[in-house]
């Protein structure tokens, strides 16, 4: 089985940081793609950021330039640092990988528990 452990999540005052991380165990065989998504209420599940097995990153264009994405590979993690924040990120925030376990090796999607992000004064 494999599990997705999210953490880092909490209550900052606009314009502070908070660093998400997000961490895979179990028999993995290995992670292609990366990824944050967040969720307001009432609102759609939406990509954040996301990172490619070659490292190459892709962001929503509303964090664009104030979170920066990027992962461990020999740690199975993916991490999320949020700086600048505004009252408008706040929602949860869920990591997402794409990988393949030493049984299978298929590739397929994995969750994590999400983490709740309230930026406010």
């Known amino acids: 089985q494999v599990q997705l452990v999210e953490s880092g999540g909490g209550l900052v005052q606009p314009g502070g940081s908070l660093r998400l991380s997000c961490a895979a165990s179990g028999s993995i065989f290995n992670i292609n793609a990366m990824s944050w998504f967040r969720q307001a209420p009432g609102k759609e599940r939406e990509l954040v950021a996301t990172?490619?097995?070659?490292?190459?990153?892709d962001y929503a264009g509303s964090v664009k330039g104030r979170f920066t994405i990027s992962r461990d590979n020999a740690k199975n993690t993916v991490y999320l640092q949020m700086n600048s924040l505004k009252p408008e990120d706040t929602a949860v925030y869920y990591c997402?990988?794409?990988?393949?376990?030493?049984?299978?090796?298929?590739?397929?999607?994995?969750w994590g528990q999400g983490t709740q992000v309230t930026v406010s004064s």
């Open positions: 990172i490619s097995s070659s490292g190459s990153t």
């Open positions: 997402n990988m794409i990988l393949g376990t030493l049984m299978t090796k298929t590739p397929r999607a994995y």
